[in-house]
């Protein structure tokens, strides 16, 4: 199937650098939630200290109204009481949009919906974070590639935009279509491993910034286009650049996030099973970067332009046996099974690509319906150390 590539422009936004301690504050404890006990935790941490604004907490991901939380107790226990801002009362917790709030939330949510306020921003973090299963059976030992589709158009840094939501966070679900079947939930297991080891690329990279995103099951970006106009996603359509790069017009943020590796390398994300749009083969796009990255606007993201902080990107699929039953016997992905791109964009078999697959299964279904998906891969960089 011949498939269109995505293009990338260079235009440049503003840079939200008050939001950098969001990033660098709770990486850390981004990386051990992601990855560390699932249990109910240990008592809370300390109060929040005073201040104007308060940061937004890892589990919830919406921005507290009040002063920065305590730090939070092992596992999942409850962060310490938000401090009170100047003039105002702590705040409460919140439910982000597109999902309950997490464990410990600390604040209104800042997620915001599309233009139309059709789309859902992106879940905050609900119930306990999840535990990545053992990666004994991920292939390792080979050499990750890069993709030939590159960074794709469609990376937002969590950085880039002042007034945004934070993407420091595990739960990125969501959809476009806020009434539609949201598709089957997807639990991301990514390890980070250095390709430098001499004993079978076994030695974890801790300290790495690890975005990933994807379509919702629908097969639509957040983020991009505006609805109702001539750059609005049209998945059924052969991609023919609209929208663009440059076309960051939307506030919803489903099915993109960030993770901070822990000692292990490893992060987690919860999410649907992506879906796909005509021109490209169903995929996931991983950028990583070392920790402390700054944005540079709407940029192709290289070792030249990003302070030596960039390290890999790439793209990854899934075999076609376990992709296309999926959408075969699941809503909403079933409509669309009888377009004609369906097969080839199940085929992960795009010319240049990566040719990295991630593990995975399906439990907890009825003859293939519902479940939840454990998909896994283990990723080999160079740390750059």
């Known amino acids: 199937m011949a498939k269109k590539r995505e293009s990338v422009t260079g235009t440049t936004l503003a840079v939200g650098l008050s939001r950098r301690r969001i990033l660098e504050g709770l990486g850390a404890l981004a990386a051990t939630t992601a990855c560390g006990s699932n249990s109910d935790g240990s008592s809370g941490g300390t109060g929040g200290t005073t201040g104007t604004s308060g940061a937004a907490n890892i589990a919830g991901g919406g921005a507290s109204s009040g002063g920065a939380p305590g730090a939070a107790g092992a596992g999942a226990g409850a962060p310490g009481a938000a401090g009170a801002s100047a003039g105002a009362s702590s705040g409460t917790a919140g439910a982000p949009a597109g999902g309950a709030p997490g464990a410990g939330a600390g604040g209104t949510a800042a997620g915001g919906s599309s233009a139309a306020g059709s789309g859902t921003a992106g879940a905050g973090g609900a119930g306990g974070a999840l535990v990545a299963p053992p990666f004994d059976m991920v292939p ?54 250095s390709d430098k080891s001499t004993t079978c690329n076994q030695v974890p990279v801790p300290d790495v910034e690890v975005y990933i995103w994807h379509t919702d099951a629908q097969g639509f970006y957040s983020g991009f286009g505006t609805r109702g106009t001539d750059d609005e996603q049209k998945p059924d359509t052969p991609y023919a650049g609209k929208p663009s790069s440059s076309n960051l017009e939307n506030t919803d943020r489903f099915c993109r996030g960030i993770q901070t590796t822990d000692a292990d390398g490893v992060v987690s994300f919860k999410s649907y099973f992506p879906g796909w749009y005509n021109g490209r083969d169903l995929h996931i796009h991983f950028v990583a970067f070392k920790k402390g990255s700054m944005s540079k606007g709407r940029v192709n993201y290289d070792a030249t332009n990003s302070d030596g902080k960039w390290l890999f990107t790439t793209q990854f699929y899934f075999d076609p046996a376990f992709s296309k039953p999926i959408h075969q016997k699941n809503d909403p992905y079933k409509a669309r099974t009888t377009l004609s791109a369906f097969d080839g964009a199940m085929a992960a078999d795009e010319t240049g690509n990566s040719g990295l697959h991630a593990k995975a299964s399906l439990s907890g279904d009825t003859a293939g319906v519902g479940g939840i998906i454990t998909a896994q891969i283990q990723i080999l960089l160079d740390p750059k150390a």
């Open 140 to 193: 390792v030992c080979t050499a990750s590639k890069t993709d030939g589709a590159g960074q794709g158009p469609f990376f937002i840094h969590e950085l880039e935009k002042s007034d945004d939501i934070s993407l420091v966070r595990q739960d990125i679900r969501g959809q476009y279509n806020a009434t539609a079947m949201p598709g089957v939930e997807m639990h991301l297991h990514l390890r980070i491993l």
